[in-house]
């Protein structure tokens, strides 16, 4: 069992933290990306790889990618999918010399384009947009900005929906897709990271992305550093570590849970206690829950002191 060491009280220094891979397993029954039962994750664990991709090639953002696939296909669920391999929608103009599908689409019917492959879907939704000049100002937005993509989208004519920047945003922001956008390699002119893993299949082997309490995380692998984590998301280590309650010197473990943003100050609802099983610590129940060390401390202030902590103690969520 590896222990856990904190910059809290020196009684800190007394305590086992169980901080290994059994942690994955136990947070992954608040809902993992990976395994789940949730259509739109399971489609966004499957294709992050491919977006990522041609975010790499083409500079548009990985998470308007995937939100425009989930909400123009159904996440691989409508018939435009399943029919024409079409994942966005796009219809068959004069440009297209491939084959066509017909769909009842607002009131009228129309045409849409048939791939041979969801990659080739990919692919032409890329080129689609590069090859039209309508939506030229949006490569000139950062590809971190992706309300700016929504909102450019709609305001270019990509869809008849008033709503539908709204929608794409509340997609990423549901399912933490802007996590993507960090992943891969630099685009258009901008400066190249230095990471030990740079390629999409390399960072989708290393690392799937899980979710607890709303939020996004990883699974630590044999030989990451903060360093390497660092480069690979593109945040900071000061905030990996900040994310995390970890202290500047800690060494990451195989198995640990690592947060890509900042924990909530209490628990989903659903979870207001939970009883101390052994091993088990406050911090471990901090990243648990995708809570904040400080304010589960404020919540349980007489479990300030770690060595108060006893196997069947009642520790409050929220």
């Known amino acids: 069992m590896k222990r856990l060491f ?3 009280p020196v009684a800190a220094l007394l305590l086992t933290s169980c901080f290994t891979g059994r942690q994955a397993v136990v947070a992954s029954g608040q809902g993992t990306v990976s395994k789940t039962s949730n259509p739109n994750e399971a489609y966004i664990q499957t294709y992050y790889p491919m977006a990522v991709e041609q975010m790499e090639k083409h500079g548009i953002p990985a998470s308007i990618t995937l939100a425009q696939a989930i909400l123009e296909g159904g996440a691989g669920r409508s018939d435009l999918v399943k029919e024409a391999n079409n994942h966005f929608g796009v219809k068959a103009d004069k440009r297209w010399q491939g084959k066509s599908y017909s769909k009842w689409d607002n009131g009228k019917w129309c045409q ?16 689609f947009l590069l090859s039209n000049s309508r939506y030229d100002f949006l490569f000139a937005l950062d590809k971190k900005d992706y309300k700016g993509w929504a909102h450019g989208l709609k305001k270019a004519g990509y869809a008849e929906d008033s709503q539908y920047p709204q929608k794409l945003i509340g997609i990423i922001e549901r399912y933490g897709l802007h996590v993507y956008d960090s992943y891969g390699k630099k685009v258009r002119g901008q400066k190249k990271q230095t990471e030990p893993c740079t390629t999409v299949a390399c960072t989708a082997q290393q690392h799937g992305l899980h979710k607890a309490n709303g939020l996004i995380y990883i699974v630590a692998n044999y030989g990451d550093t903060f360093e390497r984590l660092s480069s690979e998301f593109g945040i900071s280590k000061r905030k990996l570590r900040r994310f995390n309650d970890l202290y500047k010197g800690y060494v990451i473990n195989e198995g ?11 628990a989903r609802r659903g979870y207001k206690f939970h009883t101390i099983q052994p091993g088990e610590s406050i911090h471990y129940i901090s990243q648990k829950y995708g809570i904040r060390l400080k304010k589960l401390f404020k919540m349980n202030p007489m479990y300030k002191e770690y060595t108060k902590l006893r196997v069947g103690d009642v520790i409050r969520l929220r």
């Open 6 to 8: 904190y910059a809290i």
């Open 112 to 127: 849409f384009r048939v791939y041979r492959s969801t990659r080739e879907s990919f692919e032409d939704h890329s080129k």
């Open 256 to 266: 640990d849970i690592i947060y890509l943003e900042r924990k909530n100050s209490k």
